[in-house]
């Protein structure tokens, strides 16, 4: 069995293909992040579920994505198999005991565990703008939007709340614009269609109250396990930008919420970031200079990052560098990418005498791995091939009742079901919207009464027996904005088709001829 400061991994085979020692990742170094890949089918998800058993062993919570649905099993215990016998005895795993998980389902959707939402203002304009792809320009109105609802306590909780905002910011884009920056209706039109286009993906879901409490991923049970917090991502991966925009803003979320620590005795919390390219496609700089901050600096906050993914060149090479734990399943080297893939993975692993690491990534079974995890003072530890254990738990998914079971006797039952809608932005600027019209319709009124004042009515034009307007009343015409009627020439017109004689069509034709003359 592992030791209580080391998660077994497995074991590694000397070349003759014979047992060689334990292979064990070091609690202590944990949270010094690490890194999963290889090709589809050759074992990823077994091996995150085998870390994941062990962090919660050892007391420390877990958060994974469960992208197929098969991660799931880790909540249910694990049955005896032949195969799974036989790599026990083969990695001299004695006792191999089966074992279930204390495991709290999460579900963007809330389907098939616990909705997940966080607040607009959360989310901030940074990862907001990367969620819907905006432009440099329609950034910065997103940006200006939210320093107008810090300045105007305008509370941004849910969608509708920012769409309107972005509305109020085009109905007063020259006095905005003076202060901040143009405001242009194009840009706001354009993030309101990408709004529409997030909601239709599900963002009205995770978008809104009552927020995720970091607090809750965190739990231990009685007996001092960590709990392991499995998001449904199966649907999820439908809308691939909302996925990796949720995951990072919650390792940001964990940055900032969690205290420094230093240097613990096993981690405060692991994080499984699976499919981790969907991170960086077409990231731009900022977004990934973001990624690499937050991965170099939570680690002091006891929060350990595993990166899962079929090709390392997934993974910009500062972020790459941060990773201590790797675990490399067999990659295949068909292409060009993929045999530069082969060569990064061989070349990022202190070489082992014994074999040559770039071949060996092609000739992996499923099951196997190089493995290279931190030792003493921090120091890699030398490549080796290695037999993954199997896992204690169930392989495979569990039955839609084995969930709804575990739902009902969840740590957070009730605590998130329900959505909250609390006075927010759109309540207060609809408040205000009313206020104003209110405020008007007096004015109105005395306009209507008295017959003047500003642009609020109009009359018919007199036809010669009203004095002319003085050089003190004489307003200058507005400029015409474009072809069509104005409201005179529409009601001289109508005049004229009232006037019964020929003689008198001419006379009101000629009034109106004169007057888009002096235009």
Known sequence: MAAEDSIILGASRKPDDSYQRPEELLLRYGNRHGLVTGATGTGKTVTLQVLAEGFSNAGVPVFCADIKGDLSGIAMMGEAKDFLQKRAAEVRLDPYEFQEFPVIFWDLFGEQGHPVRATISEMGPLLLSRLMNLTDAQEGVMNIAFRIADEEGLLLLDMKDLQALLANLAERAPEIGARYGNVTKQSVGAIQRSLLILEQQGGNHFFGEPALRIDDLMRTTRDGRGAINVLAADKLMMSPRLYATFLLWL?????????????????????????????????????????????????????????????????????????????????????????????????????????????????????????????????????????????????????????????????????????????????????????????????????????????????????????????????????????????????????????????????????????????
């Not at 770039?358 to 190089?370: D, M, N, R, S, V």
């Not at 008007?440 to 009359?459: C, V």
């Open 251 to 519: 390792m940001s979320e964990l940055f900032e919420v969690l205290p420094e620590v230093g240097d613990p005795d096993k981690p405060k919390l692991v994080f499984f970031f699976d499919e981790a390219h969907l991170l960086f496609d077409d990231a731009p700089k900022a977004l990934v200079d973001r990624v690499e901050q937050v991965v170099r600096l939570i680690r002091s906050k006891g929060v350990g990052v595993y990166f899962v993914t079929q090709n390392p060149l997934d993974v910009p090479e500062t972020v790459l560098a941060q990773l201590g734990n790797r675990v490399q399943h067999a990659l295949r080297a068909y292409t060009p990418r993929e045999q530069k893939a082969v060569k990064t993975a061989a070349d990022t692993f202190r070489p082992n005498p014994d074999f040559n690491c770039a071949t060996a990534i092609t000739q992996l079974g499923t099951g196997e791995a190089l493995v290279s995890t931190l030792e003493d003072k921090g120091v890699p530890s030398m490549v080796q091939r290695t037999l993954i254990r199997p896992p204690s738990s169930r392989l495979g998914p569990i039955t839609p009742q084995e969930r709804r079971n575990i739902l009902s006797v969840s740590p957070v039952a009730g605590q998130y079901d329900q959505p909250i809608d609390r006075e927010s932005a759109f309540e207060m600027l609809q408040k205000r919207a009313a206020e104003a019209q209110t405020a008007q319709q007096p004015q109105q009124q005395t306009r209507s009464q008295t017959g003047g004042g500003g642009g609020g009515g109009w009359t018919l034009p007199d036809f010669g027996n009203t004095p002319a307007p003085t050089s003190r009343t004489r307003r200058a015409p507005a400029p015409r904005t474009s072809n069509r009627q104005t409201v005179t020439e529409a009601a001289v017109k109508s005049v004229v088709r009232s006037v019964g004689s020929s003689i008198g069509r001419a006379l009101v034709r000629g009034i109106l001829g004169s007057l888009t003359r002096k235009r």
